[in-house]
């Protein structure tokens, strides 16, 4: 099966910001931006698309004409857990400092650690490798473009963090 993975657009936050599953702007450049991605796109047809339930992925989807997707939670981005909406410089947790030096492994306070990320949009792919699809689109995060690229193969864990897609970006792959 092929999947697309197209990630959302730039948003409106400062930069530095922890997001995850916090549902954020987008940035006014928004339809400059999805228009690119769509005309990328080009006239794909889809067996089944999907999106994260975030804002974000669901206004990218509708805007490159598909209003309907399966909205499916496992596609959100990583959950951030007590650092969502604050800025790296001003948290205030020792785990932070954990976190960096291990952040493929340490869970952030009160959200998730990569692997447990990994699992959760593996679960999904696993799910969906079971569909009679040939073509599948999946909007959603970056993080989840990653997870998915690592899960098919394109990269090795190791390297996943050097194969981050750009906002509007398209990930292509067989599963």
């Known amino acids: 099966m092929e999947v697309i993975l197209i990630r959302h657009t730039s948003v409106d936050v400062p930069?530095?910001?922890?997001?995850?599953?916090?549902?954020v702007p987008l940035n006014e450049t928004f339809?400059?931006?999805?228009?690119?991605?769509?005309?990328?796109?080009?006239?794909?047809?889809?067996?089944?698309?999907?999106?994260?339930?975030?804002?974000?992925?669901?206004?990218?989807?509708?805007f490159c004409g598909y209003p309907s997707p399966v909205v499916d939670d496992r596609l959100k981005e990583m959950h951030m857990g007590?650092?969502?909406?604050?800025?790296?410089?001003?948290?205030e947790d020792k785990n932070l400092e954990e976190w960096y030096k291990d952040y493929m492994?340490?869970?952030?306070t009160n959200g998730e650690s990569f692997p447990m990320f990994y699992q959760r949009v593996a679960a999904f792919l696993d799910e969906l490798k079971q569909k009679p699809y040939k073509r599948v689109a999946i909007f959603a995060h970056g993080g989840v473009l990653m997870c998915a690229?690592?899960?098919?193969?394109?990269?090795?864990?190791k390297d996943c963090f050097d194969h981050h897609v750009d906002y509007g970006g398209i990930q292509r792959m067989e599963i």
């Open 15 to 23: 930069k530095g910001t922890c997001y995850g599953w916090s549902d």
């Open 31 to 62: 339809e400059q931006e999805a228009a690119e991605t769509k005309k990328n796109l080009g006239n794909d047809k889809f067996d089944a698309v999907y999106s994260s339930p975030l804002t974000r992925a669901r206004k990218l989807a509708t």
């Open 82 to 91: 007590d650092w969502e909406m604050k800025r790296f410089e001003d948290i």
């Open 105 to 108: 492994h340490v869970r952030t």
């Open 149 to 157: 690229g690592f899960y098919g193969k394109l990269f090795s864990e």
